[in-house]
């Protein structure tokens, strides 16, 4: 279960993956976006971000979260982190938009943490 828990700088649990491609709320159990690829997206189709290896990057590559067995090579310190609370289980989640917007560019990924945590990422 904690491996499919993304948590934020200070090592809380904050986003999840469930049903290998969308992500929702630890806090409020509601769906917040998808990954397509390697690309983060809310559900208005708007690219919020990378995930790869692991790690949750903003637009410009800054790390915004991370799950337990991240294993990305460019990143800042993770800290330990805090056991989840057990989880409800969601109802299908909404389609996903056809986005019409071109893919961003992939930057370099950085070793610093983003001013954004993983759910003020997918906020449009």
Same mark, same amino acid.
């Given at each position: 279960?904690?491996?499919?828990?993304?948590? %934020?700088?200070?090592?809380? @649990? /904050? +986003?999840?993956?469930?049903?290998? /491609?969308?992500?929702?709320? &630890?806090?409020? *159990?509601?769906?917040?976006?998808?990954?397509?690829? %390697?690309?983060?997206? %809310?559900? *208005?189709?708007?690219?919020?971000?990378?995930?790869?290896?692991?790690? +949750?990057?903003? +637009?410009?590559?800054? &790390?915004?979260?991370?799950?337990?067995?991240?294993?990305?090579? &460019?990143?800042?310190?993770?800290?330990?982190?805090?056991? @989840?609370?057990?989880?409800?289980?969601?109802?299908?989640?909404?389609?996903?938009?056809? /986005?019409?917007?071109?893919?961003?560019?992939?930057?370099?990924?950085?070793?610093?943490?983003?001013?954004?945590?993983?759910?003020?990422?997918?906020?449009?």
């Amino acid at each position: 279960m904690m491996k499919n828990v993304i948590f %934020d700088r200070k090592g809380t @649990p /904050s +986003l999840r993956i469930v049903k290998k /491609s969308y992500l929702a709320s &630890c806090r409020h *159990n509601i769906y917040a976006g998808y990954i397509e690829k %390697d690309r983060v997206h %809310d559900f *208005n189709g708007t690219q919020r971000g990378w995930f790869d290896d692991g790690i +949750l990057r903003d +637009l410009s590559g800054k &790390c915004v979260g991370f799950v337990e067995s991240a294993n990305g090579k &460019c990143h800042p310190v993770f800290p330990s982190i805090k056991t @989840p609370k057990g989880f409800i289980e969601l109802p299908t989640p909404p389609l996903k938009p056809v /986005s019409q917007e071109k893919p961003f560019s992939r930057p370099d990924f950085k070793k610093e943490w983003a001013d954004k945590n993983p759910s003020t990422l997918m906020i449009p």
